[in-house]
């Protein structure tokens, strides 16, 4: 398929342990999202990627999260010594410019971290 | 902070019934963007609305975009099980990049 695609779709961990969860963007597609969706909310931004470079990461909750873009394709977002209050779905979305109103933003499917 | 409230958060009806749901805000937004999202997937767009007072239709969706540019409702006609999901709105914050949505309302539809 041509769409957003996260791995793992499920992650569990433990509390204080590290984790990397993977986005791969849909081929061509400049900007990258990064979101978390606890229970019964909505998405929530933590980070936009333009290229190579975080071009806001005003949302990343503190400095335990931290995310790449090495190449401008994948992007990685890491999080170390994991809390039970990170658990959540964390959502990667690319679209094709980010830089206008109707750049629309495609989702994957999510990582389900489960924190215990 | 700029809030995007949804309403109701639950709605639970039969097949062929029509409903509302409802995007409020204190802020002026000059779009806004409804999204469905199914169990274990990420959001769907559905519509840009741009223009105050702007209706858009998609099949059986009506979306409409308040004058003020601060709320938005989609109502939905003879509603079926296919349209079970989480609605979402949500509206650009500081710039095309950062998405802010709403909690979602969660609809049901009984067969």
């Known amino acids: 398929g041509a769409g957003v695609s996260q791995t793992p779709s499920n992650k569990v961990t433990e509390k204080g342990k590290y984790v990397e969860l993977r986005c791969d963007p849909i081929?061509?597609?400049?900007?990258l999202y990064w979101y978390r969706q606890s229970l019964g909310q909505g998405p929530e931004f933590l980070i936009y990627?333009?290229?190579?470079?975080?071009?806001?990461d005003s949302g990343l909750p503190n400095d335990r999260f931290f995310a790449v873009r090495p190449e401008g394709s994948v992007s990685t977002l890491k999080i170390q010594r994991t809390e039970r209050g990170d658990s959540a779905v964390y959502l990667c979305?690319?679209?094709?410019?980010?830089?206008?109103?109707?750049?629309?933003?495609?989702f994957g499917p999510g990582t389900r971290l489960t924190v215990l | 902070t700029q809030l995007l409230e949804q309403s109701p958060q639950f709605l639970s009806i039969q097949e062929g019934e029509n409903l509302t749901v409802y995007c409020n805000s204190s802020?002026?937004?000059?779009?806004l963007q409804w999204y469905r999202q199914e169990p274990g997937e990420g959001p769907v767009l559905l519509v840009t609305?741009?223009?105050?007072?702007e209706v858009k239709k998609l099949k059986r969706l009506t979306f409409q975009f308040g004058d003020a540019r601060k709320d938005s409702s989609l109502h939905i006609t003879a509603a079926q099980p296919g349209d079970t999901g989480l609605y979402l709105c949500?509206?650009?914050?500081?710039?095309?990049?950062?998405?802010?949505f709403g909690a979602g309302t969660r609809l049901a539809v009984h067969p």
């Open positions: 979305a690319s679209s094709p410019t980010g830089f206008t109103g109707t750049d629309t933003q495609y």
């Open positions: 081929s061509g597609h400049t900007a």
């Open positions: 990627f333009q290229g190579t470079g975080a071009a806001d």
């Open positions: 802020s002026v937004f000059s779009s």
């Open positions: 609305v741009v223009t105050g007072g």
């Open positions: 949500a509206a650009f914050s500081g710039g095309y990049n950062k998405l802010i």
